[in-house]
């Protein structure tokens, strides 16, 4: 099991930011099922904020169905579509505010 944030770091703010290629890479090569998961509550200002008052913080983690991403003939749109799939599928799991960039792909994939 590898755990990975497709945007390359976990975010300072909270919000989803975009994508990179890696993850639907690894994916691909693997043939391996994604999970998505999502926290919210880690933002730099809540958990700095609560670690002067020597208070914990509330995080919440979200956890998605597990899925593969759809084999396409293309290498290059292949990446570009399982990223997006990614993406989509964590921002699924996250509130409209902490969707970031990928607001549209989910709105796209609901429609």
Partial sequence: ????APEGRQSVT???????????????KSGAPIVPMAMTGTENDIIYANLRRLKRSTVTL?????????????RQEMMREGTRQIMASLAELLPASYQGNNKNSHEEKQG
Avoid: N
């Avoid at 099991?1 to 990975?4: D, F, S, T």
């Avoid at 909270?14 to 691909?28: D, I, K, N, S």
């Avoid at 899925?67 to 396409?72: A, M, N």
């Fill in 1 to 4: 099991m590898i755990a990975l």
């Fill in 62 to 74: 979200s956890v998605g169905k597990p899925f593969f991403l759809r084999k396409q003939t293309d």
């Fill in 14 to 28: 909270g919000r989803l930011e975009e994508g990179t290629e890696g993850a639907a890479f690894l994916a691909m």
